[in-house]
């Protein structure tokens, strides 16, 4: 499985996991399962993103938002595109990290507001064999 990660500003590594976790019970996935993660390059400076990354040894890949505004996904949005310049951060980040179509992606921007009051996204796109 490949992880597409978005979050507002400062949004701390638990609120991360658990949308994490949320996201990959819905499609009946592990923490173990996930292979790839990315995001926007706007966000490679998140500590949130990074502590998320390194309990769980993950690497992540981080994408212009040029690369991110090309890929084909369900549910664009002008509000997501006016402030990245892209119209998806976490789903067009799974289907590049994948290297998969949209047909491979079993988990939709699922949006999660954590305690905090902080937003996190995540997309899951399967890695085709």
Request: net charge neutral.
């Amino acid at each position: 499985m490949a992880l597409g990660l978005g979050c507002d500003r400062g949004t701390p590594a638990t609120t991360l996991v658990w949308a994490v976790v949320d996201a990959l019970a819905r499609c009946g996935a592990t923490l173990a399962d996930v292979a790839a993660v990315a995001s926007i390059d706007l966000k490679a400076d998140e500590p949130g993103l990074h502590a998320l990354a390194d309990w769980q040894g993950w690497t992540i890949r981080f994408y212009p938002a040029a690369a991110l505004a090309v890929v084909p996904v369900p549910h664009p949005s002008e509000t997501v595109r006016k402030y990245t310049g892209t119209p998806s951060v976490s789903e067009a980040a799974a289907l590049l990290a994948a290297g998969a179509g949209m047909d491979q992606l079993i988990v939709e921007k699922l949006k999660f507001r954590g305690p905090d009051g902080r937003n996190a996204t995540v997309s899951i796109a399967r890695i085709p064999q």
